[in-house]
């Protein structure tokens, strides 16, 4: 075990312990910027890169804002979900960030405040229960340039009768709509549901009746042609496709998993793949020191019932 002491800036400086750690602080050392004035993009995704493997933690609003700010550099298009289905034809490179409010409501809200204040629009998709339907939190996050979607789950909770699931889902969409104009619509994956509410569309007439009855631009899942998009997303509070998860993928020829947040940093700042969609849930992220750990405790065991009876 190696103990290295590390100097980002001048006024910052932290002790950790750990072999791999070392390497990492002596290579941000071997390429400080202040001695290298060539390649500055490259080194500035690098500094980031470092930055966040020696003290960031993932998961936090400061992690998501060195995010942003590296998909700012690497993909000047951003679109909303409802942009990018209106679009013709489809742009050729860009960034969609979608979320999915499952749970916490003001995480969200805080997330697009800080969207905002760095200029970035997403797509919001809200579940209408009553501790996520906050009509006064809904409508701040439209006011700030963001598009609201409907984050369905009407067959789980009509057990599969589609009659109802349907009376269920036109019921809440207006309610969402007394709030905010809503054009896309995101399943919620219910993960200890038998019932995939995007069965309630996999019928072509019931799919051609929401998008025309119903006035919805498309279901994200199911009206997307995701074989040449990176689809990355932090399901079960990782950056892998398949671990603590199910029903969250799409059919995409663009596999990108990642073992921890700096290699999905410079992963974005490489440019490798021109069209990403990153999925990112509110309720995970958080800056207060008590708020993270709850979290991280929480999503452990719903993590480890996900391994028992193999749902997502
Ligand atoms: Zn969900």
Known sequence: MVIAILSISPKRSVVKESSELYCLCMEALLFCPKTCRQKKRTLKNSKRGYLFACIMKDFTLNAYRLYLQAIKSSYPNFFRFDDYLKADPKPETFCLIRHDVDRKPKSALKMALLENSLSVRSTYYFRTKPHTFRAEIIREIYEKGHEIGYHYESLSDSKGDMRR?????????????????????????????PFDNRDMWRDSADHKRIMEELGILGEVYLDIDYSDIAYINDTGRNWSSMQSNI????????????????????????????????????????????????????????????DLFGKS
């Open 247 to 306: 029903r969250d993928h799409v059919e995409s020829n663009v596999l990108r998993d990642f073992a921890s947040g700096s290699q999905l940093l410079q992963y974005i700042g490489s440019q490798r793949d021109p069209k990403i969609v990153l999925q990112i849930h509110p309720e995970r992220w958080t800056d207060s020191v008590r708020g993270y750990y709850v979290q991280w405790a929480t999503e452990w065991g719903i993590n480890r019932l996900k």
């Open 165 to 193: 699931a349907l009376k269920d889902f036109k019921g809440n969409l207006a309610r969402l709509r007394a709030i905010a104009p809503v054009r896309t619509i995101a399943m919620h994956g219910r993960p200890f549901s």
